[in-house]
T-cell receptor, first 114, second 111 residues
Framework: DAGVIQSPRHEVTEMGQEVTLRCKPI?????LFWYRQTMMRGLELLIY????????DSGMPEDRFSAKMPNASFSTLKIQPSEPRDSAVYFC????????????FGPGTRLTVL | LAKTTQPISMDSYEGQEVNITCSHN???????ITWYQQFPSQGPRFIIQ???TKVTNEVASLFIPADRKSSTLSLPRVSLSDTAVYYC????????????FGRGTSLIVHP
């Protein structure tokens, strides 16, 4: 199994631009998580999908952030417009059925907003 | 959701055994204890999970006393490559709880 796949691995953009991060979960996993990690705030959960349905998006910072999961094998996290304070590493993780505490993380996307 | 408390940082030397203790005083009957490891520039990695007594795998051992109000992750004979952040999580594995990673314990292994 290839594990959780994220793209791009690195993204540098300018303030105000739209950013789209992509994730392919492990086949057979039915839960998907988006996290953001910074030195200041640690690892924060942004949104959690179960069976492609958003269950908890209370961690999404504001309306500039949106996430979709159109099918079981693909999810996107979009930031529009981006701001310098969005600079962070964004992780996607997936977990098997009935095991949300056993998560498999992708390699992350390092986002820099200038 | 059970709150966990673990040291912010620890230092050790190569070849030593490292024990990281996590407190979870209000753990519930159905809760499991799960530990993750995060190397620099990588995502966290599940390393071990347990409910009571002792669990051992190729990476670590997890000791859980009878009252389950704490747990200890034990890393035998650490090497430089064990330098990482270790997270303790508690929750109902069969439920839909969302793990809260917190800050974890930053372990630095010195030569």
């Amino acid at each position: 199994d290839a594990g959780v796949i994220q793209s791009p691995r690195h993204e540098v953009t300018e303030m105000g631009q739209e950013v789209t991060l992509r994730c392919k979960p492990i086949s057979g996993h039915n839960s998907l998580f988006w996290y953001r990690q910074t030195m200041m705030r640690g690892l924060e959960l942004l949104i959690y999908f179960n069976n492609n349905v958003p269950i908890d998006d209370s961690g999404m910072p504001e309306d500039r952030f949106s996430a979709k999961m159109p099918n079981a094998s693909f999810s996107t996290l979009k930031i529009q417009p981006s701001e310098p304070r969005d600079s962070a590493v964004y992780f996607c993780a997936s977990s098997p059925p009935r095991a949300t505490d056993t998560q498999y993380f992708g390699p992350g996307t390092r986002l820099t907003v200038l | 959701l059970a709150k966990t408390t673990q040291p912010i940082s620890m230092d050790s030397y190569e070849g030593q055994e490292v024990n990281i203790t996590c407190s979870h005083n209000n753990i519930a009957t159905n809760d499991y204890i799960t530990w993750y490891q995060q190397f620099p520039s990588q995502g966290p990695r599940f390393i071990i999970q347990g409910y009571k007594t002792k669990v051992t795998n190729e990476v670590a051992s997890l000791f859980i006393p009878a009252d389950r109000k704490s747990s200890t992750l034990s890393l035998p004979r650490v090497s430089l490559s064990d330098t990482a952040v270790y997270y303790c999580l508690v929750g109902d594995s069969g439920g839909s709880y969302i793990p809260t990673f917190g800050r974890g314990t930053s372990l630095i292994v010195h030569p």
